[in-house]
């Protein structure tokens, strides 16, 4: 239904709804209900909240692992990569640390490595997961994720 207006031309009330809708919701609002994401309600909702999905894990038949003896006890670090390359790792290479007096294990982790990082960690049951200083012989370079074995 429209009504006449005062200036003698026709004014549709939807125009006048729409317009009141827009300043009351601001412009951000309306874009964000026409460019909705799939799914009603909740789900709606959930969809939009969520980060973009992460790339796969590589699998661990592709990679490799520098077992390094930090804790002195003989025969550690070739025990820990016989276990690791028994999860299924391409490569587990057992050799020293610089120094024997670590305190606890850590898996170290090159940019990009994080989460492969976080996964061999759980595999190899060690709660410390911290990025590489770049503290390893350069004869290792290639290696992306280096556990050190302490005392723990």
């Not at 024997?100 to 060690?126: C, H, M, N, T």
């Not at 990025?131 to 005392?151: C, M, N, S």
């Amino acid at each position: 239904m429209e009504h006449a207006h005062s200036l003698g031309r026709p004014f549709p009330w939807r125009t006048l709804a729409l317009a009141a809708s827009v300043l009351a919701l601001g412009a951000g609002s309306v874009v964000a209900l026409v460019d909705r994401p799939a799914g009603t309600g909740a789900e709606g909702a959930r969809q939009a909240r969520q980060a973009p999905a992460l790339p796969p894990l590589r699998p661990r038949s592709r990679i490799s692992v520098l077992v390094l003896n930090g804790n002195g006890i003989s025969g550690v670090a070739g025990t820990k990569a016989t276990a690791i390359l028994a999860r299924g790792y391409q490569h587990a290479i057992p050799s020293d640390a610089p120094q024997l007096d670590y305190a606890r294990s850590v898996v170290l982790f090159r940019p990009g490595w994080q989460r492969e990082a976080e996964r061999l960690a759980k595999d190899a049951g060690i709660r410390a997961v911290s990025t590489l200083d770049g503290r390893v012989a350069p004869t290792y370079a290639h290696v992306p994720l280096i556990l050190i074995l302490g005392a723990n």
